[in-house]
């Protein structure tokens, strides 16, 4: 399936490179919602909008207003890991947020809770108490995998202890909604149509992208429709921002910014999976893309400090 530019093209995003890039359905059957289990070829999904993938390949899909979280193995086959039909993790909530630890635990974010080991049987809260009143949108683990996340509560980004220690690290005056980290360590963030750099050690973060504005007396202007989608970083340090309304954009590491699909509507989550291929999440489609071109691959990750004493892990 072609990229294309859509129903929104009189929408002019005057300054960015449009590109085109091949995208194929990677899961789910496009324009068919559903919930079927089953060999790739024949499951379906419902509404994705969150990716994460572990070392062994495992893609992990949260879909269908964050209630469901599924699992396409690199053998071709779709289950679903969250509900179980009984377990601990059944009335996990709204799932907002998912990482992939290092050792290839997984770790979700639900009202105001953490949950660990969701992939398997001994699935379990984390005992970080945060209380209701942190709210995090999306989130990267620390070296002690406490979390690095933004939030929705207008606090800007925030590290959270294993003894639910909050601290606020620093975003001025804007709010972050999705967040990645680079292999140096460095944060970047969609914020306000943009993308913010927090390079490691700073204490707050600066515009990075789009490079070209122009200012008509109502301040600069820029072309991400949206902040609500997702963002992912390959090992050449180029930055995928899903929008959350359809398109697709790269940005290379001056800040420029390339537009590489427009889907019309719902791109709620990109991803740069392990061997290279760019996924994106088709919400309204129901269905993960897969790009036929490869990116470099991520490569391994800076360590992530957020305090300068380490929290043990309860464990």
Not at 216 to 239: L, N
Request: glycine share 10%; charged share 25%.
């Amino acid at each position: 399936m072609l990229c294309r530019v859509g129903r929104r093209a009189e929408r002019a995003f005057v300054f960015a490179t449009l590109t085109r890039m091949e995208l194929e359905v990677w899961a789910g059957i496009p324009g068919r919602e559903g919930q079927q289990d089953g060999e790739v070829s024949e499951a379906s999904l419902s509404y994705p909008e969150r990716l994460a993938e572990d070392n062994l390949g495992n893609l992990y899909i949260v879909e269908r207003n964050r209630a469901h979280l599924r699992r396409l193995s690199p053998a071709g086959r779709i289950d679903t890991i969250v509900p179980r039909a009984s377990g601990s993790a059944t009335n996990m909530g709204a799932i907002w947020s998912i990482a992939v630890a290092p050792d290839d635990t997984i770790y979700v974010y639900s009202n105001s809770r953490l949950w660990r080991g969701v992939a398997s049987e001994g699935c379990n809260e984390v005992p970080m108490e945060m209380g209701p009143e942190v709210a995090i949108i999306d989130f990267v683990l620390a070296r002690d995998q406490s979390i690095i996340g933004t939030s929705s509560e207008g606090r800007g980004l925030l590290g959270v202890s294993w003894s639910g220690r909050v601290e606020e690290l620093g975003c001025g005056d804007v709010s972050p909604s999705r967040i990645a980290a680079s292999s140096e360590g460095d944060f970047y963030m969609t914020a306000d149509r943009c993308v913010l750099k927090k390079a490691s050690g700073s204490s707050n973060p600066k515009h990075f992208a789009p490079t070209n504005q122009r200012t008509d007396g109502r301040g600069p202007e820029t072309w991400f429709t949206d902040s609500g989608g997702g963002i992912d970083i390959d090992g050449d340090g180029r930055i995928y921002v899903a929008d959350g309304f359809g398109y697709v954009f790269s940005v290379a590491n001056d800040g420029k910014v390339s537009i590489l699909a427009d889907l019309d509507e719902g791109t709620q989550d990109v991803l740069v999976s392990r061997n290279g291929h760019l996924l994106v999440a088709d919400y309204f489609n129901h269905a993960v893309l897969r790009s036929t071109e490869v990116v470099t691959p991520k490569g391994q990750r800076a360590a992530l400090d957020w305090t300068t004493q380490q929290q043990p892990d309860p464990r």
